[in-house]
């Protein structure tokens, strides 16, 4: 197929401001030069150690690969560094040559302790089997991933758990490997190389002995289609290639003919329709591709190729091609792998072959396993119908939510390991998602009862898998079976026949493992840890690579500790970690980047920044709204918040500390009540260790709560202002009034508030509403409604007639410029009295608030000298150095020069955060 020419790329947008003008571009400039660095973030500087083919190559032979991997003997002697295959260029003109920047992992940011043991390290079945996490470079761009090798391929994940790798290779294409120093090994594929380091030098051995016993491996056949292709969503030009039934995507036409892929999509999974002359959509469980070509010829032939190859992959009984139907059911429900071809018919289970000889050793009783092709007689329209409409999706969702990653199976597990799995899946309920009545086997009967009625499927297959008796105790009881057919309900009826006699172990695993508690007996490990994105990378030591990481998607719980301890805990599925930092703000700063990542979206900032405990909890009662729905629960400063996960469906719920009239917590049970005087609230918790340590934060935080000191300035304080006066006169504008409050309220911990601009739009009706009506102003407690807000009082306060008349201007200037302290803080003073006393009023709310903004630096990222480079084109319609030192002290000492009477010669100590 001809390659058609590549389109030229792009031209650049200029990226807007939602407020344009000289001084707020000129702050925004000066700005970025004083802000911190966030967690998390990585050099932009990158190199490439790719040498670009300037013909088309011919792929390597097999002889060629032997003889090139041959060459590389490992050696029990000294390693050789990296050889440069090119020279590198001179250093510019009056400048000294720098030594190559080394590649090392990125450096930990904090400690982290947890307790050893936990599942063991996956036991290969051959030399050619390898898995574990590698730190990886391509050029200067280092990631973390998850690298497996089954003798045939090698592929590298972001999680263990993901569907698309980020690199994929068949052991064919490499023509070297070659072991470095400190755990280092490079892969090489002609002029290309990737260079990777273990956390270990063992594990570094095991990998190249695995690589090296590859060699010999036959090439897989040649690609029967190939070609560039366009995908949509996110909008990439890739080149695809058709290998049996795979497609694999390479990054462009030279990594396919060296054979290093992005990811590949297995056919016997996927659907295929056209969308248009020149596109179509691939359809997978994990990922819909949206692909567009050059001419409908070439989308002709793909089209009919992957038709085709899709059909050839599904050609198998009409039972199979059916349940297919569920994009679920196209995988094993347990370990993941392609084209199943038994089911377990009581659990709605689509399984391989392997993990069906697992579930047989479960009993009759738990699962009935059935073939998809010779068991005809056992496959019903309403049978069919359940694995349709629920099938994998309802199995898992009941049996196993969230597994952590590193005890998931996948097809290359062994048998041991596909077992212990199983057993803990099934029998024990490790992973299992109890029904809200499981204590009590009585009420979940009358329940059953209740939904079987109705045509809520989910809810009775969490009530059988939970305990639930389909065949009654008491004979006097009605059936079940018959009160879903007098309702009409076959898929009910169904679903009750096929476990009519199920029986289900008493949950007990997943309660030792929540109710134990961290030993001093059991042994610790210290390991270092380093949060990326929403992942946590561990390492021995501090720049050492990847020794394993964390989903934080699978945290269940996080705990902060009270000062002065310098900690807080996160409890998983299999885990519990103490984190540690050197100081509070670095522990606040990945504290809150772990709630951002677990919590649902719509939480405010006030309460990410003043939490404290946040655990996944079940409702079980909750007044004024339906029950039995998942959520997270928050304890931050001034109360609780229950946060739905699927908040698109429910509302949110909060309770102000002061207003609970009464909590308790049934350890028995995990749950814990609370109650205002119109509300009460039951949540149950999926561990007693979490529901413990929960409610014990709670009471904490209402002791504090009920003995905390008043408010600051409260003698001062006159009950019309928002913030201490010296004396009542002049009035602050009510717009003013209401944003101050807001913020105050709602804003102290917004990261970059003030800083951040908000929605123009949205920005500019509020404007219009605070001069019309400030009281009734729409100003919302979310963080972009916080950034809105103090968009729109900059934005006002600008529109006002300047509180520094221009006549008196330049006298402030001057001030500013004088360099003794004693002096420039009395011509301030003078210059206060000479200002109109609204004028005077106003400045004062403003720098009162400002300064409570600064005292959240460490949170919020604002300092004083942050807020006063956003602020003075606002309050004095234009940009000076001079003005921004004045707007400084005047934040810092705002007590001094608003709140001291002139003949106070004692000045007070003010609390001065990160400047």
């Known amino acids: 197929m001809a390659t058609p020419p590549r389109p030229p790329p792009p031209v650049p947008k200029p990226r807007g401001r939602f407020f344009s ?63 440069p295959t090119r020279p590198a260029p001179a250093p510019p003109a009056g400048k000294s040559g720098q030594p190559m920047k080394q590649k090392v992992p990125r450096a930990a940011t904090i400690k982290v302790s947890r307790k050893k043991g936990g599942k063991k390290a996956s036991t290969p079945r051959s030399a050619m089997v390898r898995a574990s996490w590698l730190d990886m470079w391509k050029g200067f761009r280092h990631s973390v991933l998850w690298a497996t090798l089954d003798g045939q391929l090698m592929c590298l994940w972001k999680k263990r758990t993901d569907q698309i790798s980020e690199v994929l290779f068949h052991v064919s294409s490499i023509t070297k490997v070659k072991k470095q120093d400190n755990g280092r090994f490079s892969v090489y594929f002609k002029k290309k190389h990737y260079d990777f380091m273990a956390h270990s030098e063992e594990v570094s051995e095991a990998w190249l002995t695995s690589l090296l016993a590859c060699r010999g491996v036959a090439s897989p056949q040649s690609s029967e289609l190939h070609g560039p292709i366009t995908i949509k969503d996110p909008r990439s030009r890739v080149y695809a290639a058709l290998f049996g039934h795979d497609v694999w995507v390479y990054p462009n036409k030279d990594s396919f003919q060296l054979g290093v892929a992005s990811y590949r999509i297995i056919l016997n999974i996927a659907t295929v329709k056209s969308t248009g002359k020149h596109s179509m959509n ?208 076959a898929l009910q009826t169904e679903l009750l026949r096929m476990n009519e006699y199920t029986d289900i172990p008493p949950q007990h695993s997943a309660d030792q493992r929540g109710n134990s508690t961290p030993s001093g007996e059991e042994e610790e490990e210290e390991l270092h840890g380093k949060l990326d994105e929403d992942r946590f990378l561990f390492s021995l030591e501090n720049t050492s690579a990847a020794c394993d990481v964390l989903d934080l998607r699978e945290v269940e719980s996080i705990f902060l500790r009270d000062e002065p301890s310098q900690d807080f805990e996160l409890v998983t599925l299999s885990d519990q970690l103490i984190c540690n930092a050197d100081d509070r703000e670095t522990l606040l700063n990945h504290f809150i980047h772990i709630l951002k990542v677990i919590l649902p979206g719509g939480v405010s900032y006030a309460e990410v920044g003043g939490a404290s405990a946040a655990s996944k909890v079940t409702v079980v009662d909750v007044g004024g709204g339906p029950p039995h729905l998942d959520a997270w629960l928050l304890l931050w400063e001034e109360g609780v918040s229950i946060h739905p996960i699927h908040r698109h469906s429910q509302q949110c719920v909060k309770m102000e500390l002061g207003a609970l009239s009464h909590h308790e917590m049934k350890p028995l049970e995990n749950i814990i009540t609370m109650a205002t005087v119109d509300r009460s609230v039951s949540v149950r918790f999926p561990a007693q260790y979490s529901c413990q340590t929960w409610f014990s934060h709670l009471q904490t935080a209402l002791a504090n709560y009920s003995t905390a000191p008043p408010p600051p300035y409260t003698a001062n304080h006159s009950s019309g202002h928002l913030y201490p006066v010296l004396d009542n006169k002049g009035t602050v504008p009510p717009a003013i009034e209401r944003c101050i409050s807001h913020i105050t309220a709602n804003g102290l911990k917004v990261e970059g508030v003030y800083r951040r601009c908000g929605l123009a739009p949205k920005v500019s009706r509020l404007v219009e509403a605070l001069m019309a009506s400030p009281k009734t102003a729409p100003l919302e407690p979310d963080e972009q409604g916080v950034l809105d807000a ?126």
């Open 21 to 83: 003008n000289a001084a707020t571009d000129r702050s925004n400039e000066m700005l970025s030069e004083n802000l911190p660095p966030v967690v998390g973030d990585k050099a932009d500087s990158e190199s490439s150690n790719e040498e670009e083919d300037t013909g088309v190559g011919q792929p390597i032979g097999l002889q060629e690969q032997k003889e090139a991997i041959a060459e590389d003997s490992i050696s029990s002697g000294p390693s050789n560094g990296l050889v």
């Open 790 to 915: 103090g968009s729109a009082l900059k934005q006002y306060v600008r529109q006002q007639e300047a509180l520094i008349p221009p006549s008196q201007k330049k006298k402030w200037i001057q001030a500013a410029a004088i360099s003794d302290e004693q002096s420039r803080f009395k011509e301030y003073k003078r210059l206060l009295r000479k200002l109109p006393e609204n004028n005077r009023a106003t400045l004062n709310a403003l720098f009162g608030h400002f300064y409570m903004i600064q005292v959240f630096s460490p949170v919020n990222k604002m300092s004083a000298q942050n807020l006063a480079i956003v602020l003075v084109p606002s309050l004095f319609q234009g940009l000076n150095q001079d003005l921004i030192s004045l707007s400084r002290e005047f934040i810092i000492h705002h007590s001094l020069l608003f709140l001291t009477p002139d003949s106070e010669q004692t000045e007070e100590e003010e609390q001065i955060t990160i400047l």
């Open 282 to 489: 691939l359809i997978t469980p994990h990922r819909i591709l949206s692909l567009s070509f050059d001419s409908s010829k070439e989308m002709s032939i793909w089209l009919e190729r992957l038709s085709s190859t899709i059909t050839s992959a599904l050609s198998c009984s009409k039972v199979s091609l059916r349940l297919r139907e569920n994009a679920h059911n196209t995988m094993c429900g347990d370990c993941g792998a392609t084209n199943p071809e038994w089911a377990s018919v009581n659990l709605l289970l689509v399984i391989c072959h392997e993990c069906a000889g697992q579930h047989r050793t479960l009993s009759c009783n738990l699962s009935k396993v059935r073939s998809l092709t010779m068991d005809s007689k056992v496959w019903t329209e309403p049978l069919i119908e359940l694995f349709i409409r629920y099938g994998n999706w309802l199995a898992n969702q009941v049996w196993a939510p969230a597994v952590p990653a590193a005890e998931q199976v996948s097809p290359e597990s062994t048998t041991e390991e596909r077992s212990e799995f199983i057993q803990d899946k099934y029998r024990r309920g490790r992973y299992k998602l109890v029904h809200p009545l499981s204590m009590s086997p009585s009420m979940m009967e009358q329940r059953l009862l209740q939904v079987v009625c109705s045509d809520n499927v989910e809810e009775t297959m969490s009530l059988i898998c939970s305990g639930a008796k389909v065949c009654p105790s008491d004979p006097q009881s009605p059936s079940p079976i018959l009160l879903a057919e007098k309702a009409n309900q």
